[in-house]
């Protein structure tokens, strides 16, 4: 005898559909200090905010990237409660790239609304982005949250559907207000007064078709896409990149001429590796509860000090060795004259992560 009675579900059938859209979140918090001390409070505003403001029908999936154990009891914790619908767990991290592949291929839902673990997400977002993707032909990538510098690539498609479509009309100027460009350099950690000189030399670019418009650009780091068009361009050969060739993608995707486009309100939001003061309020004012740490810059010697590219560089090499270390990181460690070409974890963005 190699068994005991028969397996009862055999013959059986389950009524279980799933939802047109999934939603997946790539979570990756390798360990609690550093550069992701204060990033569990992030992930865990991003799922609350996701859980509380999503009300079209959907399957949350949640793709572990080889995090800390607390962060993995925490996944399972919403698991069990029902919170997540699949969560997916790696032992490491496969990368950015890897991780968008596997998740595409799992989703089951037609549609899939990707997203970093970072992002605030207003009510009605998912709503606002499938009315962008039924309302426009073609259409690759769909995000919330439009910023200037990303007119700069990617949108030959979009030009070209101005061009030869009489019912889509197209204006240039300048629609985003500087309130969202400041947030967003904020969120980068960038200087927000250097970065609004730079994108107030920049123009915006707005579609419009049958009454519904939208921004003629998307972002990488939050996207609605359709899964037949998306796991088209995620084919191929494993790359082993653990960030980067994001660009690249959605350069394929223009160049099979899909479309990039972002609503026009802002429903999406990139938080950054800590919530700040001013996201903490954000989301009190929609009733949920956040903790919010200070990131203030202090104007120190060793700040004047970084301003220099060779002492820069070697305090980044020191930084990407000590983050294998504590990442537990099985590839090998760049070498100091290296570390200026390895990007820091999750702030390549939005040129590339």
């Not at 550093?34 to 009300?55: I, P, S, W």
């Not at 439009?146 to 949108?155: I, K, M």
């Not at 956040?290 to 220099?308: D, E, G, Q, Y």
């Amino acid at each position: 005898m190699v068994r005991v009675g028969m397996n009862p579900a055999r013959g059986r059938s389950t009524g279980y559909r799933p939802a047109r859209v999934t939603v997946a979140v790539l979570v990756y918090l390798p360990h609690l200090s550093g550069y992701f001390e204060h990033r569990f409070d992030v992930v865990k505003l991003c799922l609350a905010t996701l859980r509380k403001h999503t009300e079209a029908p959907y399957d949350l999936l949640v793709f572990d990237n080889g995090s800390c154990a607390e962060v993995k009891a925490y996944l399972q914790e919403l698991l069990a409660h029902g919170e997540i619908n699949y969560l997916l767990s790696s032992a490491e991290n496969i990368g950015k790239p890897g991780a968008l592949r596997l998740i595409c291929h799992a989703a089951p839902g037609e549609v899939i609304a990707y997203t970093d673990d970072d992002t605030f997400f207003y009510p009605g977002w998912l709503s606002a982005h499938l009315e962008l993707l039924d309302g426009f032909p073609n259409v690759g990538l769909v995000s919330g949250c439009a910023e200037r510098t990303l007119f700069s690539y990617a949108v030959e498609s979009n030009l070209r559907l101005a061009e030869t479509d009489p019912e889509v009309g197209i204006t240039y100027g300048k629609f985003i207000p500087e309130e969202w460009e400041a947030q967003w350099a904020v969120s980068l950690g960038r200087d927000p007064e250097r970065y609004l000189e730079i994108v107030r030399q920049l123009e915006d670019i707005v579609l419009e078709r049958r009454g519904v418009k939208a921004y003629a650009t998307a972002c990488h780091n939050q996207f609605v896409t359709p899964k037949r068009v998306i796991t088209r361009f995620l084919d191929g050969g494993w790359s082993g990149q653990l960030m980067g060739g994001m660009k690249d993608l959605e350069l394929r995707l223009d160049e099979a001429g899909y479309l990039h486009l972002s609503t026009i309100e802002r429903t999406t939001r990139l938080i950054g590796n800590l919530v700040s003061s001013e996201m903490g309020e954000e989301a009190r004012r929609f009733g949920i509860e956040a903790v919010a740490h200070s990131a203030a810059l202090r104007t120190t010697r060793a700040n004047w000090l970084l301003r220099f590219r060779p002492i820069r560089w070697f305090l980044q090499g020191v930084y990407n060795r000590l983050f294998w270390l504590l990442s537990g990181g099985r590839e090998s460690v760049p070498s100091i004259p290296e570390a200026r070409l390895v990007a820091e974890p999750q702030e390549a963005r939005p040129e590339d992560g």
